[in-house]
């Protein structure tokens, strides 16, 4: 799944292609996808809209878009686990499982690709949607200067969740899925097992240092294509060439050699040293 580095990827690229375009028509293929509110008014409340920014929060790339005064209406777009989000010319060739296309009135279209369908295209403003249980309330974001070891220290110190659970808790901090919790954890030296009450002050400013430093090089280095994530451009990131324990369960370790352990935290497989994260 696309996690916060892969979307800020996406983000980037997409900015300069988006922003001052206005949406003059909207196909949905696939109704399942857009999930508040229904199509047809996804539709007709979607075209004739301009983009006038696009952000990212969390996993989630957001289209913000004209509206009344003091009104901001998004376009919101999750890529689940498989989900493509590109900008192509309408004459470009189709690909399979395309479920949504967006025409901008220039020769271009927006278009949504999911192999598994477990993305969706919602619209509204944001306290709609988060009232509609169509878009969760969100944690702080990992790479903002607000997000200090102290804070992080406050929202674990008294859960007794395993560590990785709560990294992987949208609302304790918003955009770390699989990929990149696996991957602070080891480079922090913590196992991520570990209930997090039971985390000293030290060990929590390590994963804090660890996130920032993991998620700043995986935007620089465009993202992990572990699976199906493409760029804007349709090309791979990098980051996934770099991935110490992520997918590597039974290997060994890069640092020590020793075999990776491999057990279920929140339902994920989840890959660790148990000699390098004591």
Known sequence: MPELPEVETLAADLRP?????????C????????????????TAELVGRTIQAVSRRG???LHHLDGPPGEDTLLVVHLGMTGQWRCVKQDAP?????????ALGDGCQLRYRDVRRFGRLLLGSEPELVAARKLPRLGPEPLDPGFTAAS???????????????LLDQMVVAGVGNIY?????FRAGVRPNR????????AIGRIHAALGTLLSEAIANRGSSVDSY???????????ELLQVYGRGGEPCLRCGRPLSVVRLAGRTTVFCRRCQR
């Open 17 to 25: 292609q988006l922003v001052g375009r206005t949406i003059t028509g």
């Open 27 to 42: 196909e949905v293929r696939f109704r399942a996808i857009v999930r508040h509110p229904d199509p047809e008014r996804f």
């Open 59 to 61: 996993k989630y790339l």
């Open 94 to 102: 189709e690909p399979d499982h395309l479920h949504a296309v967006l």
């Open 152 to 166: 992080l220290y406050r929202r674990l110190h008294d859960r007794r969740a395993p560590l990785k659970a709560l």
């Open 181 to 185: 919790a696996d991957e602070s954890c």
């Open 195 to 202: 209930p997090a009450n039971g985390l000293s002050r030290r």
């Open 230 to 240: 493409r760029d804007a451009w349709g090309e791979m990131g990098r980051e996934q």
